[in-house]
C-alpha cells in the first residue's frame, strides 16, 4: 500500500506499462520516495528482484520488507558502484521519478519551501556538500545569476542576484523567509508564489548538483539495462526533461547523434512514447503537484555487435 502521506506517486499506471514489468525480472527504482512506485513494481513481480536507491535518510521509516526487495541509501549517481557491489548483472528496466516529495516539501525543518520559516539547508541528504545558505551568502555574482537564470528560468537574473548581495552585506541570510523578504521587491504583483517556487526550486539543483547527478545516472543506464530493457524518467523542470529527451534520441544529454560509416544514427535507445505523457485531469484534481510531470519511456536496443 502507497504511503500518500508522505509521496503520492505520479503517473503510476503509465510508469508501471512503461516498464513493461514481467514477473522475473530484475528492475530498479531509482528514487523510492514513500515507495508507491516500488510497491507496485513488487506486486507484480514473482521471483523478480527490486533494488531501490534514495539519499534521504527519511525513507527508512517507509521500507518495504521483502526478500526480494533491496534498499540502497544513497544518490543514483552511484548507481554503478553499488550494483557492482552486490554483483547485480544487467536490468530489465530502470525508473527514476526525478521531483521533489511531499514530505520533502511540506517538512519545514529541511528548508525546501518558501512557506516554512526554517534554516536555508536544501540538502536531499543532510550533513552531507554545500547548503543554501552557504550558497546564498557566499556565491558570486556570477553563480547567483547562473542558477537563478538557468534553474528557475527567471528573467533579469542580475537584478535578483544584485538584491541577495546587497542585503547580504548587510546580515547573512540564514532563513528561509529571510530569504523571502530578501526577494520580495522583485516579484510580479499576482505571481509571488510562482517567482518563489521557481528561485527555491532552482537553489535546491545547486545543493543537490541534481543536473550532474542525472547525466552520470543516464550514462550508466547505456551499461546497465539490457538490451529490450526499458528506462522510464518522470522529470518536472525543463531542464531535466530536455537531458532525458537528448539522452533517449541521441545518447547523450548533448542531443549530439554521432553516426555510422553509412549515416545510420549510433543510438543506445529508442523512444517508445515519441510524444511525452502528461498526467490527465482526474490525477491532476487528485495530486495538483503532478502539474509539471513529464513522462519518457525509452527502449534499449541491441549493441552493434549483437545485431
Same mark, same amino acid.
Given at each position: 500500500m502507497t504511503n500518500s502521506n508522505y509521496h503520492i506517486p505520479v503517473l503510476l499506471k503509465e510508469s508501471m506499462a512503461g516498464?513493461?514489468?514481467?514477473?522475473? #525480472?530484475?528492475?530498479?527504482?531509482l528514487t523510492f520516495g514513500g515507495g508507491g512506485h516500488? %510497491?507496485? @513494481?513488487?506486486? /507484480?513481480? =514473482?521471483? &523478480?528482484?527490486?533494488?531501490?536507491?534514495?539519499?534521504d535518510p527519511d525513507v527508512k521509516d517507509h521500507l518495504i520488507l521483502d526478500e526480494r526487495f533491496l534498499f540502497i541509501n544513497h544518490n543514483f549517481r552511484f548507481m554503478h558502484n553499488f550494483l557492482y557491489y552486490y554483483r547485480v548483472g544487467q536490468v530489465d528496466g530502470v525508473l527514476a521519478d526525478l521531483g521533489v516529495s511531499s514530505h520533502q516539501l511540506d517538512k519545514a525543518v529541511r528548508g525546501f519551501s518558501y512557506r516554512f520559516d526554517a534554516p536555508l539547508?536544501?540538502?536531499?541528504?543532510?550533513?552531507? #556538500?554545500?547548503?543554501?545558505?552557504?550558497?546564498?551568502?557566499?556565491?558570486?555574482?556570477? %553563480?547567483? @545569476?547562473?542558477? /537563478?537564470? =538557468?534553474? &528557475?528560468e527567471i528573467n533579469r537574473a542580475g537584478y535578483w542576484a544584485d538584491q541577495i548581495i546587497r542585503v547580504r552585506e548587510?546580515?547573512?541570510?540564514?532563513?528561509?523567509?529571510?530569504?523571502?523578504?530578501?526577494?520580495?521587491?522583485?516579484?510580479?504583483?499576482?505571481?509571488?508564489?510562482?517567482?518563489?517556487?521557481?528561485?527555491?526550486?532552482?537553489?535546491?539543483?545547486e545543493v543537490n548538483q541534481e543536473m550532474d547527478g542525472l547525466k552520470e545516472m543516464l550514462k550508466q543506464c547505456v551499461n546497465w539495462i539490457r538490451p529490450g530493457g526499458r528506462l522510464v524518467v518522470l522529470s518536472y523542470h525543463s531542464i531535466e526533461d530536455r537531458l532525458v529527451k537528448n539522452f533517449i534520441n541521441a545518447g547523450n544529454t548533448e542531443g549530439i547523434v554521432n553516426k555510422d560509416?553509412?549515416?545510420?544514427?549510433?543510438?543506445?535507445?529508442?523512444?517508445?512514447?515519441?510524444?511525452?505523457?502528461?498526467?490527465g485531469d482526474e490525477e491532476l484534481a487528485k495530486n495538483p503537484r503532478a502539474k509539471s510531470a513529464k513522462l519518457r519511456i525509452a527502449e534499449r536496443l541491441p549493441d552493434e555487435k549483437e545485431k
Open positions: 516498464l513493461a514489468l514481467h514477473p522475473e #525480472g530484475i528492475y530498479l527504482d516500488s %510497491r507496485e @513494481i513488487l506486486s /507484480i513481480l =514473482d521471483k &523478480g528482484r527490486l533494488i531501490a536507491f534514495d539519499q539547508d536544501m540538502r536531499m541528504s543532510p550533513g552531507i #556538500g554545500e547548503n543554501a545558505k552557504e550558497i546564498i551568502n557566499e556565491a558570486s555574482r556570477e %553563480r547567483l @545569476i547562473r542558477i /537563478i537564470r =538557468d534553474y &528557475g548587510s546580515s547573512p541570510i540564514k532563513m528561509t523567509h529571510q530569504l523571502v523578504e530578501c526577494m520580495k521587491p522583485l516579484l510580479k504583483k499576482g505571481k509571488e508564489n510562482k517567482d518563489l517556487s521557481r528561485f527555491f526550486q532552482a537553489l535546491r539543483i560509416f553509412f549515416g545510420n544514427k549510433l543510438v543506445p535507445f529508442k523512444a517508445v512514447n515519441r510524444k511525452v505523457i502528461l498526467p
